[in-house]
């Protein structure tokens, strides 16, 4: 396969053009991530390849690192049996999230996209809020957001749900879909023309792999029933990889998260309220925060039941986690320029006294 088939184009030849002309240096795209272990496609095949040392000196965050899809520098000489990625070139899009746990840093989940599959069942783990939340993620990262709702013959109230669904999309296309019986499989397909790459995200059990079996013609991902009881999934993908389809589309498959905690979204929340931001502008006053201040729109419409208070209460909730996150991001932020001081000073007195021996 060409590179072309990976998706390269004429934006990421330009961001090579910086390396193009240093000796055993190509561009390849990251296919698989496995504890800093990377499979890549190269114009020669694939190979596997390590972050160059340089690299990872230099990172200051997790997000600097590669991340499947990503187009990246790799160093291979001839006598060597797997390469050393140098560079990450520029992202067209990424799609990513706060790490989970305690550490503030962000983890790319998908890089490169062109279309961003949110993938969440009807059945009971249905939920219109958490949907909210992948497609403003979705928005934020610069790809095509597309909602696919699955498992419909589990959906107690099928109608309700994908008008639930379609509310909180808005402008986003809302298709149903049966990866079990290969229903709207083809609506899916339309979006993955050759070249083109997909991500799948959604919680673990939503029918990803799944679907990917479906779009390849064979069984190319593990999978497993969800638990009857609270229809929670098993983690059968347990990393993620970018598979290239026969119509010469390319998908990322990841595993299902229990949680997407934000990351930069200011963006994202925008378009994913359209109908708050747009009753906003009605307010009385410009700064009003929708909390109780006299003359505004916003709880002017839910008092009137033209807006759902559950869409408000969800909209504070969002936006007061971004501005959580914005206090720890400057903390560390802080934090990383005293550290580098120290450094930078530490380095300093060990120069001078060089000089002074």
Not at 121 to 138: K, W
Not at 237 to 259: A, Q
Request: aromatic content about 6%.
């Amino acid at each position: 396969m060409s590179l072309a088939d990976f998706g390269w184009d004429a934006h990421f030849e330009a961001a090579f053009a910086a390396f193009a002309g240093k000796a055993d240096v190509q561009p390849a795209r990251v296919l698989i991530e496995f504890n800093h272990n990377y499979r890549i496609a190269a114009a020669q095949g694939e190979i596997d390849a390590v972050i160059a040392g340089r690299v990872k000196h230099h990172a200051t965050s997790r997000a600097d690192l590669p991340a499947v899809g990503d187009w990246v520098v790799v160093r291979k000489r001839p006598d060597e049996d797997r390469g050393a990625i140098v560079a990450v070139l520029e992202r067209r899009s990424r799609f990513s999230r706060r790490m989970a746990g305690q550490v503030t840093d962000e983890q790319v989940v998908a890089a490169n996209a062109d279309v961003v599959f949110v993938v969440m069942a009807m059945d009971d783990d249905f939920s219109p809020r958490r949907l909210e939340r992948y497609l403003l993620m979705g928005r934020e990262s610069g790809a095509s957001p597309v909602v696919l709702l699955t498992k419909p013959d589990l959906a107690d109230d099928l109608p309700e749900r994908v008008a639930a669904a379609v509310a909180v999309a808005g402008d986003v296309p809302v298709h149903v879909v049966s990866p079990k019986t290969s229903q709207g499989i083809e609506l899916v397909a339309q979006y993955l023309t050759a070249g083109r790459t997909a991500a799948l995200l959604g919680s673990s059990g939503v029918g990803k792999s799944t679907i990917i079996n479906r779009l390849a013609g064979a069984d190319r991902q593990r999978t497993r029933e969800v638990r009857a009881a609270d229809s929670k999934g098993r983690h059968t993908t347990t990393h993620r990889e970018l598979v290239v389809l026969p119509n010469g589309g390319l998908i990322i498959d990841t595993p299902g998260m229990r949680e997407l905690q934000l990351w930069d979204a200011t963006g994202g929340i925008r378009e994913t309220f359209e109908d708050v931001e747009t009753l906003a502008e009605e307010c009385r006053f410009t700064d009003c925060r929708h909390r109780g201040e006299p003359g505004c729109a916003v709880a002017a419409a839910v008092a009137a039941d033209t807006l759902p208070a559950v869409r408000v209460e969800s909209y504070h909730r969002l936006q007061d986690e971004l501005a959580y996150l914005a206090r720890q991001q400057d903390e560390r932020a802080q934090i990383e320029e005293k550290r580098r001081g120290k450094i930078g000073a530490k380095a300093l007195r060990q120069h001078l006294k060089s000089k002074r021996g």
